[in-house]
């Protein structure tokens, strides 16, 4: 006989575990089943995000930039630090410790609001049912439920050019986990992954970093004003980015990784201490229903949703990476949320135009909404507002005012259509202009609005005021 829930759920990361958290606050009597490993040979949830992902990069970034900070920095606020000394087994042990804390907590917090936790992998099955190979154990489980939520995830790219090799050749996973800094690091891919990882290693002391990129432009999802300025700052960071490089070999020798590639000039080749490589991420999707669910899914094997995360098969809903959309954790969530109250028997909506995106670099890039270039190929009719941080009193004290934020505004309603940033704390910064459009404001609501003054938070202010050429902190000719 098949156990029976009200909600199944396969995969705990931020979509799924968030998804049966927020199903069992709705009273439904919720499984969740996942086959996460961590690095002990444990069962843990979390997914992506927080073992491998969101939370041991960020932990990495900023223990790297305190590291550079007292090596470098701080000798600029007029403070003296010698002997500075990294202790990398420390700092991977302190982003362990941060993983490990959050991961049980989520465990903690299933326990509390009565989710059953699976460990195992599930398969989706015709009629909605769930089969279950539980981690150690040879009998699967049959699961039967009135709705089922597929939260599998993605995992890293492949590239048969370069495939993966002990810890010279590494994924985004073991990028996370090397024992000594490389002294020239390679790196495939000038995404996000990219960026994050190769500033951490170089602010650690690696002598060399090189992002072999394929594209011709970069960042080409972002302002372009904004991926000129990071480019530029980039570079002087000791980022060496190599557009338009396409790598066609790679080959170990002697624990030296040798990438042969090609650009718009020829054949080159370079060598390596280690190479990560970081090409994008794709859908765990591999025998995840049984041909006999007829579950549809893309040319690129993501899950067939709609608007509400509704699959082709009633009562089957498919959220997170393995959808379209951002590969974002906090967009899975929301998924997550929604299908929840969805399931409930609610009405719920996730707003696909105000997603937030964020590179936590230094400077940090944030947006939201539309990008100018993308209003301008539409032929839309906006207004823009520039405010640089140079001019933001705060910026100053803190040492860190390089960067600007651009407010865009639709010309005749002026509401906001996009808010795009790079600078201090954008991260932070950004989600003050993802309530201003979630709620439908204007350029002159947040013109109108008192901010804190001395705060970064004032030059989202001045940039809303600029978008109607009334700065008060910069001069701006009338338009
Ligand atoms: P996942 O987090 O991938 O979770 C899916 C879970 O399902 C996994 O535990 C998997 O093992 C399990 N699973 C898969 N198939 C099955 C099956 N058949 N049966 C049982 N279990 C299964 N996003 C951000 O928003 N901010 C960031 O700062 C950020 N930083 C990142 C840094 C790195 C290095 C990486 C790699 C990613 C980062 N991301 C970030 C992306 C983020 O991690 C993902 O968008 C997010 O984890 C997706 O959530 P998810 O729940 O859809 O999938
Ligand atoms: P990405 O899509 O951001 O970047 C991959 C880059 O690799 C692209 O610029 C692409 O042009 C390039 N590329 C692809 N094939 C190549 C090849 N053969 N040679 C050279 N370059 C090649 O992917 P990623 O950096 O791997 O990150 C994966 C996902 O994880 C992203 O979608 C992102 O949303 C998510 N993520 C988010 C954050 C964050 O929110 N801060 C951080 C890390 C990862």
New binding site residues.
């Given amino acids: 006989m098949a156990e029976h829930y009200d909600v199944v759920i396969i995969g705990g990361g931020p979509a799924g575990y968030v998804a049966a958290i927020r199903c069992a606050q709705l009273g439904l009597n919720t499984a969740c089943v996942d086959q996460w490993i961590n690095a002990r040979g444990k069962p843990a949830l979390g997914g992506t995000c927080l073992n491998v992902?969101c939370i041991p990069?960020k932990a990495l970034l900023e223990s790297s930039e305190r590291f550079q900070q007292a090596r470098s920095e701080l000798a600029g606020h007029g403070i003296r630090v010698g002997g500075v000394e990294l202790d990398l087994a420390g700092m991977l042990a302190r982003k362990d410790k941060i993983v490990r804390e959050l991961t049980q907590g989520i465990a903690q917090l299933f326990k509390a609001n009565k989710v059953t936790w699976i460990q195992g992998r599930g398969q989706l099955l015709a009629n909605k049912q769930v089969a279950v190979q539980e981690h150690g154990r040879e009998k699967p489980r049959t699961l039967d439920a009135e709705h089922v939520v597929l939260a599998p995830g993605s995992s890293?790219m492949q590239?048969d050019t370069a495939p993966l090799q002990d810890d010279l050749i590494v994924d985004?996973t073991g990028a996370l986990e090397f024992r000594d800094v490389p002294g020239r690091l390679g790196i495939?891919?000038?995404?996000?992954?990219?960026l994050?990882l190769g500033s951490v290693w170089r602010r650690l002391g690696a002598d060399t970093v090189t992002l072999?990129?394929?594209?011709e432009t970069f960042l080409p999802f972002i302002d372009e004003q904004m991926a000129r300025d990071a480019l530029r700052t980039y570079a002087a960071q000791g980022l060496d980015i190599q557009l338009g490089?396409?790598?066609t070999a790679c080959e170990v020798k002697n624990g030296t990784v040798t990438i042969n590639y090609q650009n718009s000039v020829g054949e080159h080749q370079a060598e390596f201490d280690k190479v990560i490589v970081?090409?994008?991420?794709r859908p765990n999707t591999n025998k995840l229903a049984a041909d006999e669910a007829m579950l549809l899914m893309d040319e690129w094997c993501f899950i067939h949703v709609d608007e509400q995360c509704k699959t082709n098969l009633p009562g089957v809903y498919a959220i997170g990476d393995a959808v379209r959309g951002?590969?974002?954790a906090h967009k899975g969530s929301e998924e997550g949320v929604m299908v929840a109250e969805l399931i409930a028997g609610r009405s719920a909506r996730v707003n696909y135009g105000t997603i937030p995106?964020?590179?936590?670099t230094l400077p940090e890039i944030a947006w939201v909404g539309e990008t100018e270039q993308a209003l301008k190929a539409a032929g839309r009719d906006y207004r823009s507002g520039v405010f640089p941080f140079a001019a933001s009193g705060r910026a100053r004290a803190m040492g860190d005012a390089g960067g600007f934020i651009k407010v865009l505004a639709d010309a005749e309603s002026d509401r906001i259509l996009g808010v795009h940033m790079i600078g201090p704390h954008c991260s932070e910064l950004i989600s003050e202009a993802v309530i201003a459009m979630q709620l439908g404001g204007s350029a002159e609501d947040i013109a109108m609005t008192m901010f804190a003054h001395p705060t970064l938070s004032e030059s989202f202010h001045e940039a809303a005021l600029a978008v109607h050429d009334r700065p008060l902190h910069i001069f701006q000719r009338k338009t």
């Fill in positions: 992902g990069s890293p590239l985004s495939i891919g000038a995404g996000v992954i990219g994050e072999l990129e394929a594209q490089s396409r790598v970081a090409v994008g991420r951002p590969m974002l995106s964020v590179i936590y």
